[in-house]
């Protein structure tokens, strides 16, 4: 009878609040002294549902629930653990610190063999989250993935009994749904509201290049948008971004997983590392050997859409190597840059055959950069004058060198801000909401339309007006009727001088120039947190005024079409001469 009067008055609560602090101490004294576990469950679950933590009595109120569902997760009946981790994550929004400290008992919870018992784990887990324990949370999820789901063996097992090591108990094997599930979890407890979690950047691109080899289920691209959107907002961990990435593409393991379809999977980890290796080229340490990687034979199998990012990441890696040679240049290095310009556009080569026209495209484009190159080197190698000199007294290098590098780090690649679109001018006179081609009638004038006939002669044909806008004109019968006017109708394309001119007045598009936001570097120190460009690039207060455009009223949808004159044409016979025909 009391478990269904706390249950009428948890239905209650939330149509009358006074009820919260009559009911806060009689429910406080049935939580701590109630052996019954079914009435425990009900006094909890009516103070949450009637928001009874509020103030002091609320706080100490919270702190006694969260200590009984707390002891429910060790209890071996399931249905216990099931209602205390459906609880506990009702009250983590409010107090999560005090969930906090059962955090072990919460973990554990996810290897437990019922897969529902699991999934309320992780939502209590993905609650409970904050920048104190996120670290020991992924770990442990990162190790929950690559733990067995049981012994390999029953030797294994018989030898753990002889030697008197407890079996662990078997759990239910993992589902690619319930991995699929934890990798997700863990990408989005990091990137919660733009990384506010995160502290440790670095350990953070660890973390996405584990998880690429232990998730084993198809979360590549958004662990690829990850590793991109982390480089590009945070400044301070790119150095060592590139380290990691060099590290992934010189990894046989992991490219020959890629290739035989084991890890195709997370396979566009690959694009990412490849793409910031070529975007961030300047923290390369050995640039020529990272391209030699990027353009071997075994990549060529990979898709289309990563074998392009590896071409295009060689050419500004190629770019930014050219460039550092140019700053040190003596005549003495042609034949080494010869040597590097002939390998390369050897290895390139191969891609130029491939089938996907974007593998095509860049590929050529290398090859005739690195061609234009090596023809200046040749070209200055066999003159045989002494080195020419600039003004100062320094040696010239090949112009060539710095041809390549400029194309890709002439502007920064920064993150775009969400209004930024909305921030830019539209210039007086253009409406985006109109259509650029009127979906209404188009009213043509009385015109008369010659036509040719094959024998020579000419027929006169008169177009009738179209009808008024409230008259509807199929679509296609009104591209003909235009069409007829302008050209003369099909059959009298020979009739230069009767096609008439229009003219037609385009303003051009103004321009609207952006200038990046450059975020500011960290503060020193060994416990700041690095910067995070949360905010993106926003347009610049001070560009260029927006070119004037004049756009008439749109009062009717008239096409006027300009007749041209009409042409006397004498013809003449041999022997005889005939008057002009009018």
Same mark, same amino acid.
């Given at each position: ?10 239905y209650?609560t939330p149509y ?7 009911l806060?101490?009689p429910?406080?004294d049935l939580?701590g002294?109630t052996?019954?576990i079914?009435l425990? @469950?009900?006094c909890?679950h009516?103070?949450? *549902?009637?928001?009874?933590f509020q103030?002091a009595?609320?706080?100490a109120?919270?702190r006694?629930c969260?200590q009984k569902?707390a002891?429910f997760l060790?209890?071996?009946?399931q249905?216990?653990k099931? *209602?205390s981790?459906?609880?506990?994550v009702?009250i ?7 969930v906090?400290?059962y955090q072990r008992s ?6 437990d063999a019922?897969?529902s018992? %699991?999934?309320?784990?992780l939502d209590l *887990? $993905?609650a409970?989250?904050?920048r104190?324990?996120i ?12 733990r067995p789901? =049981?012994?390999s063996t029953?030797?294994?097992?018989l030898? %753990?009994?002889?030697s ?5 108990t078997p $759990?239910s094997p993992?589902?690619?749904?319930y991995?699929?599930?934890?990798a997700r %979890?863990?990408?989005a407890m990091?990137?919660?509201d733009?990384?506010?979690n995160?502290?440790?950047f670095?350990w953070?691109?660890?973390v996405l290049?584990?998880?690429a @080899?232990v998730?084993n289920v198809?979360i590549g691209?958004?662990i690829?948008?990850q590793?991109l959107?982390?480089?590009v907002?945070v400044r301070s961990?790119?150095?060592?971004a590139?380290k990691l990435?060099?590290k992934l593409?010189h ?6 997983s890629a290739?035989?379809n ?9 694009y990412?590392a ?5 975007? @961030?080229?300047?923290e390369i340490?050995?640039?020529?050997g990272?391209?030699?990687?990027l353009?071997?034979e075994?990549?060529k199998?990979?898709?289309?859409r990563?074998? =392009?990012v590896?071409?295009l990441s060689?050419?500004?890696i190629?770019g930014?190597w =050219? ?9 003495t290095?042609?034949p080494?840059v ?5 390998s390369t556009?050897e290895?390139?080569?191969e ?8 593998v095509h ?6 090859c005739?950069?690195? %061609?234009?190159l090596?023809a200046e080197l040749t070209?200055?190698?066999?003159i ?5 000199t600039?003004?100062d007294?320094?040696p010239?290098?090949?112009?060539s060198?710095q ?8 502007f920064?690649?920064n993150?775009? &801000? ?14 985006l ?6 979906s209404?009638?188009t009213?043509?004038d009385?015109?008369?339309v010659?036509?040719?006939?094959r024998t020579g ?6 177009v009738k007006?179209?009808t008024?806008?409230?008259e ?7 591209e ?6 302008l050209h003369?109708g099909?059959g ?5 001088d009767a096609i008439p001119?229009?003219?037609l ?6 321009q609207?120039?952006?200038s990046?936001?450059t975020?500011?570097d960290p503060p020193?120190?060994?416990n700041?947190?690095p910067?995070v460009?949360?905010g993106?690039?926003m347009p610049?207060?001070?560009? &260029?005024p927006?070119i004037?455009v004049? &756009?008439p009223?749109?009062t009717?949808?008239?096409v006027i079409v300009?007749?041209p004159?009409?042409i006397?044409?004498?013809r003449?016979?041999?022997?005889? =001469? ?5």
């Amino acid at each position: 009878m009391l478990i269904k009067i706390v249950k009428l008055f948890g239905y209650l609560t939330p149509y009358e609040p006074r009820l919260v602090k009559k009911l806060q101490p009689p429910l406080t004294d049935l939580i701590g002294t109630t052996p019954a576990i079914s009435l425990l @469950y009900e006094c909890v679950h009516t103070c949450i *549902i009637g928001d009874m933590f509020q103030g002091a009595s609320g706080s100490a109120l919270a702190r006694t629930c969260v200590q009984k569902l707390a002891a429910f997760l060790e209890d071996p009946d399931q249905n216990l653990k099931y *209602i205390s981790l459906l609880a506990l994550v009702k009250i983590v929004p409010s107090y999560p610190h005090l969930v906090a400290d059962y955090q072990r008992s919460i973990l554990s919870s996810v290897n437990d063999a019922d897969m529902s018992i %699991r999934m309320r784990a992780l939502d209590l *887990i $993905t609650a409970m989250v904050n920048r104190n324990n996120i670290q020991s949370i992924v770990q442990y999820l990162l190790s929950h993935l690559t733990r067995p789901d =049981a012994l390999s063996t029953a030797t294994e097992a018989l030898n %753990r009994v002889a030697s008197g090591t407890s079996v662990p108990t078997p $759990t239910s094997p993992m589902s690619l749904a319930y991995r699929l599930d934890v990798a997700r %979890r863990i990408l989005a407890m990091c990137s919660k509201d733009l990384y506010d979690n995160v502290d440790d950047f670095e350990w953070y691109l660890s973390v996405l290049v584990d998880l690429a @080899y232990v998730a084993n289920v198809d979360i590549g691209n958004e662990i690829k948008d990850q590793l991109l959107d982390v480089v590009v907002r945070v400044r301070s961990c790119r150095s060592f971004a590139i380290k990691l990435m060099t590290k992934l593409l010189h990894d046989e393991e992991m490219m020959a997983s890629a290739l035989s379809n084991q890890k195709e999977d997370c396979i566009d980890v690959l694009y990412a590392a490849a793409w910031i290796c070529g975007e @961030y080229s300047t923290e390369i340490l050995d640039p020529l050997g990272l391209v030699t990687y990027l353009l071997r034979e075994p990549v060529k199998k990979l898709p289309p859409r990563i074998l =392009a990012v590896f071409v295009l990441s060689a050419t500004k890696i190629i770019g930014y190597w =050219a460039s550092q040679v140019a700053l040190d240049w003596d005549d003495t290095h042609i034949p080494e840059v010869l040597r590097v310009v002939n390998s390369t556009l050897e290895d390139v080569s191969e891609f130029v055959d491939n089938s996907d026209i974007e593998v095509h495209e860049r590929a050529s484009t290398l090859c005739q950069l690195l %061609r234009f190159l090596r023809a200046e080197l040749t070209s200055r190698m066999e003159i045989d004058s002494p080195d020419a000199t600039s003004p100062d007294g320094e040696p010239m290098f090949p112009k060539s060198l710095q041809l390549i590098h400029p194309l890709s780090s002439t502007f920064a690649l920064n993150a775009v &801000a969400p209004e930024a679109q909305q921030s830019v001018t539209l210039p007086p006179g253009l409406s985006l909401d109109t259509d650029i081609i009127p979906s209404g009638l188009t009213t043509v004038d009385n015109t008369t339309v010659q036509k040719r006939k094959r024998t020579g002669k000419r027929k006169e044909k008169k177009v009738k007006p179209s009808t008024t806008s409230s008259e509807h004109v199929d679509q296609g019968q009104l591209e003909r009727h235009v069409d007829a006017n302008l050209h003369g109708g099909p059959g009298e394309t020979d009739d230069l001088d009767a096609i008439p001119i229009v003219q037609l007045n385009i303003d051009p598009f103004p321009q609207v120039s952006l200038s990046p936001i450059t975020p500011q570097d960290p503060p020193s120190g060994a416990n700041s947190r690095p910067a995070v460009d949360k905010g993106g690039e926003m347009p610049s207060e001070q560009s &260029a005024p927006p070119i004037q455009v004049t &756009a008439p009223a749109p009062t009717s949808t008239e096409v006027i079409v300009e007749q041209p004159k009409a042409i006397k044409i004498t013809r003449a016979k041999k022997g005889k =001469a005939k008057k002009p025909r009018k």
